[in-house]
């Protein structure tokens, strides 16, 4: 029996080498246990059809510039989260799918002045990779450089950033570590920040990943015919060496893969996926994927505007050594985005889970679907579990700006589907009576935004549906509705209807029969990203500070 004991000892640490030295197509074999906690389940949007199919979009919600790795039977995903704080969400799925919010790699952004909304800006197109026995975060800061974390627990806290370089226009770095013990890094190029763009770059790293070793080796240009070229991922599958990349244009391009045996090239090139016949548009960068069971997968986003860049999931078939991505019909080597399709194969069936939407606020921190607009002051909330609220507190907006644009302390979520209702309950509270210029309220937040708030006067308490259009170019809000109201309590809701996000206000004093408030209201985008649904609590400057909102809860609804 002990000597069996040893055998299989000796088994495990054999596997456990082949899968550290397995690590060129982050698919590893090595298993990191992750417990699933009970799944939530969106009742405005599921892709899996419990048949064993789903449709795209597999996460109808704005996660940017996805990138996805398998480590055992565990997939775990990341995405540009811009100038929000947290930065870096990590989601976990099993079957590629059914995906939960578990985690965010970057508390704060590194930087000072991500202390203030900077929106677009911050973190771009992140590329996560298991090596060595530890999970790594690249990204690129356009006006910073390249930035990257690591853990041995992707539930856990992520060391604090490195930043392997220092540049203005290095973007969306992705690594790989080679079978010699050497690494290398690609990164494209911002022409907004940089100068230059639609140029692929390879850089030698050192293989921890703490500094680049050259002045970097540029690979190809897509100036002629892939103009554009951006987001690569570096891949190594048998004698070559892949880089999957999106060309042409956010919305109007298409999926490039490029091949060599040595990683500085030359590369062929081939276009993999496009648009063909299909409404899904781009269809830009992703993530490749290998299963298990060995299919091979394609997670990519397509923009749709207001409600931002959704993620598909596509499956991958290889010919000559060469991948199509998604179901090439014609037979022409290049496939097109498909709709509905038989899940991956990952061994089992898994149940059916959503990130999560709605909060009781019953816990001691805030849901993971949360961020903040800036990085996160201590000053600004105190979760209260014991009373199943959230106390969100009266901070006086930035002296002299009369709009919301550039207040930091705006709680947000991404909008879940093309159609819902969101609801919350809140109490405004004000101290020594000073009752200038404090509110709080439910805000859809973009470069046009509206927004109704509880405020009180002299009077008493009131309600205001507010609208800024053009905030982002200095709009000023006006007043669309007012209404009286009884108490300092209040049901806030706002109706999202239709692909262009047609949002209509209400509220209630009672919880039960809801009134409508000033205009109807198309939001609109935050810059290029989606727009997000917040709740706050601020105060005009230049009053005595003091005052609280106690939000109960927030749901997100079927309308």
Known sequence: MYKKFQIGLWLVGFLFLIAAFNDKVPTNQETVNVSLKPGYVSSVYVSDNGDGTYTNPILQADYSDPDVIRVGDDYYMTASSFNSSPGLPILHSKDLVNWQIVNYALPVLPEEVYNTPQYSKGVWAPCIRYHGGEFYIFWGDPDFGIYRVKTKDPLGEWDKPVLLKASRGMIDPSPLWDDDGNAYLITAWAGSRGGVNSILTVWRMSPDATSLLDRGHNVYSGHDHNHTIEGPKLYKKEDYYYILAPAGGVEQGWQLALRAKNVFGPYEEKIVMAQGNTNINGPHQGAYIETQTGESWFIHFQARDVYGRILHLNPVTWGDNWPVIGEDKDGDGCGQPVLTYKKPDVGRQWPIMSPDESDEFNDKTIGLQWSWNANEQVTWSVSIPAKGMLRLLAVPRPTGDASLWNVPNILTQRLPAE???????????????????????????????????????????????????????????????????????????????GPDALCQFSYSEDGQNFKEIGNDFHASRVLWSSAKLGIFCSSEPGYRIGGWADFDWFRIEKL
Do not use: P
Not at 441 to 459: F, P, V
Not at 469 to 495: D, F, I, T
């Open 419 to 497: 159609n819902f209702t969101a609801t919350t309950k809140v109490r405004l509270n004000i101290e020594w009576d000073v009752w200038q210029g404090k509110q709080a309220g439910l805000i859809m937040l973009g470069n046009d935004y509206s927004y109704l708030a509880i405020r009180k006067d002299a009077e008493g308490f009131y309600l205001e549906q507010l609208q800024n259009q053009g905030a982002n170019q200095g709009g000023l809000e006006k007043c669309h509705g007012k209404e009286r109201l009884s108490s300092n309590e209040v049901y806030l809701r706002v109706k999202v209807e």
